[in-house]
């Protein structure tokens, strides 16, 4: 049996390499060979497609359910606001410092920790496949979605991003809009009344008072936001149209497909999604994932942001250790001991789970 506290300084010292190997989205060559280092380390077989590293345990039985465990090795670019070194790993005041260690390095060696913990055990009640993803910060083509077709029907999800080790029990989805608001083109010199720029006042004030009716008890309303417009090139020319990019966040009370179809029928302009695959996430709160959370102490609450939950259509719980505010922010850090408490509450959530 592997002692619960070397897994933890293995994991540390995993996500110290991970921080010091560049990891943009698409270009995780170095991080994924790190995880298949580590994975053979602990003799455990893996898979790989692309940059995802995958492993399923040890005693794997066809007929059981399948829980997914899952985080992502891919990183943001920094951003100009970064007063260290991102690419290299400084411990001060019991923080470790880097680009990726919150987001998501911490929740990737904590689950891979969890992961290594649990691959020999028998008779657990589901069977447990573990996917080390890329391309989740560009919600890429080569990331988990890409995944599903080759693994077995997954049952239920533990997707790692940074909670505060809190149950994150629903997410909201993403849609992004091209809108075109028409007018006549002409001189500035001259009459017009159909000025496309114009007719974007009112149009604006639809969008800014557009309400959707089913409101989440996890996640509240969904939220409309009027983010980009673009319209015309010449101070003397009165463009023909004017182009808006609209993001949605929808809650788990609509499809994508839902909130396109009602923007296309009542919007006062065209509008075209870019895409329909980002849906709402959520589980079960009577789940008895969740419910070994609560008897643990963890409150339950609904996440704003977007993860790989997004491409999974069974029930999923975003569960992990760092905090989700420091996510892509300058001198991203994460405490050493959230790592130590994360494998920990990972092992006894699954410990309930799994018996």
């Not at 009027?226 to 003397?236: D, S």
Request: with cysteine.
């Amino acid at each position: 049996m592997i002692i619960q506290e070397h897994l933890t300084e293995q994991a540390t010292e995993l996500l110290r390499q991970l921080i010091e190997t560049p990891s943009f989205s698409s270009e995780e060559e170095g991080t994924a060979a790190l995880i298949e280092k580590w994975l053979t380390k602990f003799d455990i077989p893996f898979q790989r497609k692309q940059h995802n590293i995958y492993a399923f345990n040890k005693h794997y039985k066809e007929g059981k359910p399948l829980l997914l465990l899952n985080s992502h090795h891919d990183t943001v670019k920094p951003n100009t606001g970064y007063t260290k070194d991102p690419f290299k790993v400084i411990e001060e005041d019991g923080k470790l410092y880097g680009l990726g260690s919150n987001d998501a390095g911490g929740c990737l060696v904590s689950l891979l920790a969890t992961f290594v913990h649990f691959y020999e055990k028998e008779n657990l009640s589901h069977n447990i496949v573990i996917v080390a993803s890329a391309e989740e910060e560009s919600s890429g083509p080569n990331g988990l979605n890409s995944m599903l077709t080759h693994l077995p029907k997954i049952d239920v999800a533990i997707v790692g991003e940074p909670t505060l080790m809190n149950l994150a029990i629903a997410e909201k989805g993403l849609l992004v809009f091209d809108a075109v608001v028409k007018g006549t083109p002409s001189h500035a010199a001259h009459p017009n009344n159909n000025n496309a720029i114009y007719n974007c006042i009112d149009v604006l004030k639809w969008f800014e008072q557009k309400k959707f009716e089913n409101v989440s008890e996890v996640l509240g309303e969904v939220k409309l936001t009027v983010t980009q417009i673009k319209a015309g090139k010449q101070h003397n020319v009165v463009p023909a149209e004017v182009e808006l990019v609209i993001d949605v966040r929808v809650n788990d009370k609509y499809t994508n497909a839902e909130i396109a179809e009602i923007l296309a029928r009542e919007a006062p302009c065209e509008v075209k999604a870019r895409s329909l695959r980002l849906n709402s996430s959520s589980i079960n709160k009577k789940h008895d994932l969740v419910k070994a959370g609560i008897a643990l102490g963890r409150v339950t609450y609904g996440s704003p942001t977007l993860s790989d939950q997004s491409v999974l259509s069974c029930q999923s719980l975003k569960l992990g250790p760092g905090d989700s505010t420091r996510s892509h922010s300058a001198d991203e850090f994460i405490y050493l001991h959230e790592i130590e408490e994360g494998i920990d509450l990972y092992i006894k959530i699954l410990s309930t789970f799994l018996q």
